[in-house]
């Protein structure tokens, strides 16, 4: 595999992540994610409805034998409830990775970095690869690395919002300092937004609601595909300098007189 | 007996097992986690643990998200 994505370990030939989130049913999800390309899916943990049962399960659909299952703790809004969360999630049998989100405001769904911090502290003792939910904040970013998260994951905008990377020099901040992955999470909105963060240096794009809630999700999961391979390559082969004159690309020589 | 299965009060005819509990929901066959009173139990341990009286049970999986 060349140029392959490594986390703890194991490499994945996708750089993008995608969510379950948000789709019509389970075939679209399925059939979104396998679009996307993308080996590592995003899931979340609630409780079983126990008065039908009867539901088809999201595993039944996305085989852990064949995708990288990261369950997520949204929707807690304390250290306790992230860390009771993820426990509940590596008990339900898919391995100790962990996107660990502690939400500090319902609005804008912004991270509380103090508890993000605290639960990372506790999940990296128990053994959990734990990939943390950030701002685009290199001191949060380097405090997650120095306790032993797996990677950092610096939002690009607020999530669901597709507003796309606000803030592309705090991210060129964090990929000069991080030693581990650093994953853009969540508020890309279209495909250029990707090919952005891909160009800017980053190891991986994580996204949902772009592809879900697009009007036709599968067509979208495949322009992501597209535009996380091209902004890779695209860093990997080295951009021209921003020039604020032109340069002509035909010889002076040989005008005609 | 009562206990509380995912917030909801439940009655239980007689002291069941959690993998007899799991049955009757028929949830046995399922990637589930189970915290009886905000203690994991173990798998491997569903057909040991009794369950009692007043026992708050939360059994949770996999869904879509982000």
Known sequence: ?257 | MQVTINGERQTLSEALSLADLLHQLRLNQRRVAIEVNREIVPRELYAAHTLADGDEIEIVHFVGGG
């Open chain 1, 1 to 257: 595999m060349t140029d392959p994505f490594v986390l703890e370990g194991k490499s994945y030939r996708s750089r993008l992540i995608v969510g379950t989130g948000k789709y019509r049913d389970f075939t679209e999800t399925k059939r979104a994610v396998d679009a996307s390309g993308a080996e590592i899916v995003t899931v979340a943990v609630r409780r079983v409805n126990i008065t039908d049962p009867s539901k088809e399960n999201l595993l039944d659909v996305l085989d852990p034998a064949h995708y990288t299952i990261l369950p997520n703790t949204a929707g807690c809004y304390t250290a306790e409830d992230a860390v009771r969360t993820a426990r509940l999630a590596r008990e339900a049998g898919v391995g100790k990775l962990v996107k660990l989100e502690v939400i500090g405001d319902q609005k804008t769904l912004f991270p509380d970095v103090p508890a993000t911090i605290a639960a990372a502290q506790v999940l990296v003792k128990e053994g959990f690869v734990v990939l943390p939910y950030i701002n685009d904040d290199p001191i949060a970013a380097k405090k997650l690395e120095e306790i032993g998260c797996a990677a950092v994951m610096p939002l690009a905008a607020p999530i669901g919002s597709g507003l796309g990377i606000r803030n592309p020099y705090n991210i060129r901040i964090i990929l000069e300092q991080s030693r581990v992955p650093v994953i853009v999470d969540a508020g890309v909105g279209t495909a250029s937004d990707a090919a952005v963060a891909m160009e800017l240096g980053c190891d991986a794009v994580l996204m949902n609601t772009a592809i879900a809630g697009a009007k036709d999700p599968i067509l979208m999961a495949e322009a992501m595909r597209q535009a996380v391979e091209a902004g890779r390559k695209a860093f990997l082969a080295g951009r021209i300098e921003r020039k604020l004159y032109a340069t002509a690309s035909s010889p002076i020589e040989g005008l005609l007189g």
